[in-house]
């Protein structure tokens, strides 16, 4: 299937690239490459719950600092990160109107970082937070496209797993949470990227 579609996937990711100005060579260096290219609206497919289906809308606010809203459909969440040369830092995450705008530069430049959303060295065992990198080079299929060089981190909880899957150029491509019942079963909810267009 990945050779029947050589010609899409080098052109989405020329085209999705946000910052191949700033980059010589697609290499793990550049964190800026983990985040979706500037007014990019991303519909993510849910599978197991209402909610796991959403848009992202992906803001460059400057080249520190990127935006994003996500809308699920019951909430509508305004992040804001900000890109270091060994981390990606959430430095704020809440709740916001479906219309809501970005606070300004300088206000977002005086916030504090709440957590670490990635981070360097990216290979196997690399811990940052609760999450840990747990395998890199895989093959991800998506609805949008068939991606390689795969990055995933993981957190363990108790009773649950999540994972979140990394491309360079789009940043998550897709989340898994797999938790187990009381049942001995398994509670999986997926989003997985479907599109992307420019606003």
Known sequence: MIGCQPQENTT?????????????????????????????????????????TYTEKTTWLDKEYVGTIVDNGGVTMMNIYKIGDDKIEIIYKEPV??????PGLEEIKSMQPIETYFAKPIQVGTTFGNWKIVDTGISVETPYKTFEDVIVIEE???????????????????????MNTDQGEKYIVTSTLESITMD
Not at 13 to 40: I, M, R, Y
Not at 97 to 102: E, P, R, S, V, Y
Not at 156 to 178: C, L
């Open 12 to 52: 989405n990711q020329n085209d999705v690239s946000p910052t191949d100005q700033n980059a010589s060579e697609n290499n793990h260096e550049d964190l800026s490459q983990f985040f979706k290219p500037d007014k990019s609206i991303a519909k993510f497919l849910g599978d197991g719950n209402e909610f796991a």
């Open 156 to 178: 363990n909880g108790d009773n649950y797993v999540n994972r979140k899957y990394f491309a360079e150029g789009f940043g998550e491509i897709k989340t898994e949470y797999i």
């Open 97 to 102: 109107d479906h219309d809501a705008t970005f």
